[in-house]
């Protein structure tokens, strides 16, 4: 398989009108291209995932940030709720993330 056909599944597999689904597109194609696909579909699926654990410190981090600059506190109910569903939003891009290279694996082997 090439890079080309890969980063074609994946654009035929993502929906661009859900922001979990274009998080997961955009390192899905930054992975394939850096590691060539043939590399990328061998690579443990922990070192791939890892990636995501920078994302969501990223995340979270600069809400809270953002949060405590505007209003002085973060512990509200509101905010902590904001904060959650972040957290489950990047669970939701491994989760995307995850299927899409399954597809790719699967069409790779025929």
Same mark, same amino acid.
């Given at each position: =398989?090439?890079?080309?056909?890969?980063?074609? +599944?994946?654009? @035929?597999? @993502?929906?661009?009108? $859900?922001?979990?689904?274009? +998080?997961?597109? *955009?390192? !899905?194609?930054?992975? /394939?291209?850096?590691?060539? *696909?043939?590399?990328? &579909?061998? =690579?443990?699926?922990?070192? !791939?995932?890892?990636?995501?654990?920078?994302l969501s410190e990223d995340s979270a981090s600069s809400y /809270?940030?953002? *949060? &405590?600059?505007?209003?002085?506190?973060f512990l509200s109910e509101e905010?902590?709720?904001?904060? $959650?569903?972040?957290?489950?939003? *990047?669970?939701?891009? =491994? &989760?995307?993330? &995850?299927?899409?290279?399954?597809? /790719?694996?699967?069409?790779?082997?025929?």
């Open positions: =398989m090439t890079n080309l056909e890969a980063i074609k +599944i994946v654009s @035929s597999q @993502s929906d661009p009108e $859900s922001k979990v689904s274009a +998080i997961a597109s *955009v390192f !899905l194609k930054e992975d /394939i291209i850096e590691n060539d *696909v043939n590399d990328w &579909i061998k =690579m443990p699926m922990h070192r !791939l995932l890892a990636q995501f654990s920078a /809270i940030e953002s *949060v &405590i600059e505007s209003e002085g506190e905010h902590l709720m904001d904060l $959650s569903e972040r957290y489950q939003d *990047v669970i939701q891009t =491994m &989760i995307e993330y &995850i299927r899409i290279r399954s597809i /790719i694996i699967e069409r790779s082997e025929r």
